[in-house]
């Protein structure tokens, strides 16, 4: 049983692809057929553009805020990590001074 890997596709593709999905002149499904994105990736694009540019619904997070985000939770995780060893290190130190 083969694991089917994930696509990833450059920013520069799904901005282009946003770009003429904007334009119109084709159907979202018939771009996406044509090139090879699914529908509802490309749905998911045009929806984080329009977020990105401010005509989002209410609440949306923008991209920016997304990989900030994203950066704070790493840091919060490797902050915790270090508080938890110092705490270990604290009560190892405590036992062998008694």
Not at 12 to 36: C, D, H, P, Q, Y
Not at 38 to 60: E, F, I, K
Not at 91 to 96: P, R
């Amino acid at each position: 049983m083969t694991k089917k890997s994930r696509r990833r596709f450059s920013a520069e593709f799904k901005e282009e692809a946003v770009k003429l999905a904007l334009i119109g002149e084709v159907s979202i499904a018939e771009l996406g057929a044509n090139l090879g994105v699914s529908t509802s990736s490309l749905r998911n694009w045009l929806a984080q553009a329009m977020v990105d540019r401010g005509a989002g619904r209410p609440g949306a997070i923008t991209t920016e805020e997304r990989a900030e985000l994203r950066s704070l939770r790493r840091e919060l995780r490797q902050v915790r990590m270090e508080r938890d060893i110092l705490k270990k290190a604290t009560v190892f130190f405590a036992k062998e001074s008694r």
